[in-house]
Structure formats: structure tokens, C-alpha cells
């Protein structure tokens, strides 16, 4: 029932979908949630608070976009994905409302799914932007800011200054807001949102840089391994750590205990961040880095570690290919591109052109063939998820 909603088609403007809730019986005003905004590090930053509330004991829901391999992953109860059937059952129940687009169509499926379940919080990932984007419609009484960079410019503006007046308006919606590290001083009056909190003076972060760091707010401590590689994980974590004091402060939570944030994330698993998986019999380090800012912390990556990886390359055709092939090359070997399975792929000349010493092959699978180990996959979240589609086992990162 989704294939008839384009995936790529975009309304910038929330009356459809309000008016189509309102019909629903607004399911989305029937549970507390927390919002979370941002450019890159949204789906980790949710994924790691969701787990922290969890383990103190709370039902859960969780939103996230876009899907990796099968589109119920976006949808979790729990921890758990919910079912095709269910799934299908929620989009029968909308296909009176054709005008939706699909990600609105998943917004409302996941809405109704989280008040009939009644859970005690959702954790809402936002897909774009911040002042017209679906989930702003469930009206979070908390919302999170991890960072402002420049995608997505020809919906959210061409400076960061007009994409962070966007993105705050989420900010100045919510009872409770707080802004991750990730957010420069020189924007932050562009976020309209000045009772907004900053996450670093809520929690406080040390590392020893080698994935162990120690975490503190109010009077409790507690010693971690870094669930997610990469350093730049560790602004999404202290984010996420500051969102659920917020969710204290909110009556969601009795208080944060710092031996429930332990187990919590010393289980986690977010697939596509810097992980480790075999697929067609090979070890393949992916990373859903597909923008400018991303490659740039995926480089920060691969400079600090003792391998030097062969790329594996592919994009959507509304990224900078060039500027990212700038920044990731000088820290790679032998590179190969390939197009995606997708409408909005770039063609395999303009990969070839962004990196003129690459390999070319027909699809991800071909590519992989042509390079050999250690093998990374970055640039696109639909280049992991294809890879993903055939990964045998998930290997320690």
C-alpha cells in the first residue's frame, strides 16, 4: 500500500495531515513523546534515549526514518519492530486519504500505534527540518536539537542560519528543549527558542579515547563503554542523556539511575553507524554518512583508526558528491561507486566524475566483488540498507 505514496514526494505544510488526525480521533494527543531534530545523529540519539527509558522500566515507542532494510523498522514497541501484518492493517485503515505522502502515511501508522498501545513515552526521530515535519504534530511536550548543517537546502534554506530558525521552531514549541554540543554559539539565536537548555551543562562527558568515557549529571557518575563508534557519538549520547533528565523533570521518570543507563547501553545495537556485518561471505564496516557534515565525522573516523579501508561509494542525487569525495578520499585506498536501487540515485557517470579513480560497477553487490578487505560503504542510508538486505551475521565493531 506505500508503493502508491511515492517515498520522495515532500508537502511542506501540516493542515492534510492534521485534518486526517483529527478524523483518526488524534491519536497522537493520547501519549507523552520527545522529539528530536537535526541534521545528522538523530536516529542514534533516539535510539540510545529510548533504551535509557526503557530500561527504567517504561513502555516505550519508537519512530525513526528512514528504514534500513524493511520499513516496520521505523515503528518499535518496546525495542521491537512491529509486524508486517499490523503494519498493512494501520495503511488499509488510511487509504481513504489518498493525499498523504508516505512518510505523513508512516507518521499517522505510528501514532495510532503508539495510543493503542498505551505507552508511557514515544521517541519521535524527525525526518526533515523541524517546523512542517509530521512528528511536530504530536505536539512533544520535550524536543532535542543535536546539530545544524546543510542538507536538505532546498527545503530548509541555503545558509544554516535559515535551516536553524526551521529546525528551532520545534524547539520553541516544546515545554522543554535542549541542544546538543553539535550546535555552534553563532546560531543560536536562530533557534527562537531561549529557555532552551544546553546539553553539556546538564551532563557532563570525559573520554580516555578508546570508547570509554565517563558520564555525570546532578550528584551520579557512571563509567561507560561507548555503545556506537566514532567520537562524534559521543555529543549524540550526552544529548540523549540530557532528554531523559528532561523526561525527569516531566513526571515521566521517578529519576536517572545510573546502573539502568549502564545496561541500557552497554546492549545496544543501531545498525549502519560505523557497524560491522558480513554480508555476501565478506566483513564490511557501513556507515550511513550521506552528507556533507557526515562525511566529515566519518573521516575524523577514519583518521584516528590503524586500517586504511577501500570505499565502497554511493549517493542520492541531492548531495554534494563532489565536496564529500573531497573529504572522504584522502582517508580511503582503492574506491568503487555503483547506483542505487532507487529513483533518486545518482548516475553512475556523476559518481565516476566525483571520483575519477574509482572502480565502476552495476549495483552494490558488484562493487563489493571489485575491492578487496578491509571494505567501507558510506554515502547513502539506501547503499547500507541494500548491503544490509543480504548480511549474513552482525560482527563485533
Known amino acids: 500500500m506505500l508503493q502508491r505514496r511515492r517515498a520522495g514526494r515532500i508537502r511542506p505544510q501540516l493542515d492534510g495531515l492534521r485534518a486526517v488526525l483529527a478524523t483518526l ?7 507523552p513523546s520527545i522529539l528530536v531534530v537535526g541534521t545528522n545523529g538523530k536516529g542514534s540519539t533516539v535510539a540510545m534515549l529510548e533504551a535509557v527509558l526503557r530500561a527504567h522500566g517504561l513502555t516505550t515507542g519508537l519512530y525513526t526514518s528512514p528504514h534500513l532494510v524493511r520499513v516496520e523498522e521505523r515503528i518499535r514497541l518496546d525495542g521491537r519492530p512491529i509486524s508486517g501484518a499490523e ?6 485503515d488510511l487509504e481513504a486519504f489518498p493525499e498523504l505522502t508516505y512518510f505523513e502515511a508512516l507518521t499517522a501508522v505510528a501514532f495510532t500505534v503508539f495510543a493503542d498501545a498505551e505507552m508511557d513515552v514515544a521517541v519521535l526521530e524527525a525526518g526533515m527540518g523541524g517546523s512542517w515535519d509530521a512528528t511536530r504534530l504530536a505536539g512533544s511536550a520535550i524536543a532535542g536539537l543535536t546539530n545544524v548543517g546543510s542538507d536538505h537546502g532546498a527545503w530548509l534554506g541555503a545558509q ?3 535551516i536553524a530558525r526551521d529546525k528551532g521552531q520545534a524547539l520553541e514549541a516544546a515545554e522543554r528543549a535542549v541542544y546538543g554540543a553539535g550546535v555552534p ?4 539565536t536562530e533557534l527562537g527558542a531561549p529557555a532552551a537548555s544546553a546539553a553539556d551543562s546538564m551532563v557532563r562527558v570525559a573520554g580516555d579515547g578508546a570508547g570509554r568515557i565517563r558520564l555525570a549529571w546532578e550528584d551520579a557518575e557512571v563509567a561507560i563503554r561507548l555503545p556506537l563508534a566514532g567520537s562524534h557519538q559521543v555529543e549524540n549520547l550526552q544529548l540523549a542523556v540530557a532528554l531523559a533528565l528532561e523526561a525527569v523533570d516531566q513526571g515521566l521518570l521517578a529519576g536517572l539511575e545510573s546502573t539502568r543507563v549502564r545496561e541500557a547501553l552497554k546492549g545496544l545495537e543501531w545498525p549502519g553507524r560505523l557497524s560491522v556485518h558480513r554480508v555476501a561471505g565478506r566483513s564490511v564496516l557501513v556507515d550511513c554518512a550521506h552528507n556533507l557534515e557526515a562525511a566529515r565525522s566519518l573521516a575524523g573516523y577514519l583518521d584516528g583508526v590503524d586500517r586504511r579501508y577501500n570505499l565502497l561509494f554511493s ?5 554534494p558528491v563532489e565536496a564529500m569525495a573531497e573529504i572522504l578520499e584522502p582517508f580511503v585506498g582503492k574506491i568503487a561507486v555503483c547506483p542505487l536501487a532507487d529513483e533518486r540515485t545518482l548516475p553512475l557517470e556523476q559518481l565516476a566524475a566525483a571520483f575519477p579513480n574509482a572502480v565502476q560497477a552495476d549495483s552494490p553487490l558488484e562493487g563489493l566483488k571489485l575491492l578487496s578487505d578491509p571494505v567501507l560503504a558510506a554515502g547513502s542510508v539506501r547503499l547500507v ?13
Open 385 to 397: 540498507g541494500e548491503l544490509l538486505a543480504h548480511a549474513e551475521e552482525t560482527l563485533a565493531s
Open 25 to 31: 480521533g488524534d491519536p497522537q494527543r493520547r501519549f
Open 315 to 319: 549517493c542520492l542525487d541531492d548531495k
Open 87 to 92: 503494519l498493512e492493517d494501520r495503511l488499509a
Open 160 to 162: 544554516r542560519q535559515e
Open 185 to 188: 554559539a553563532d546560531i543560536l
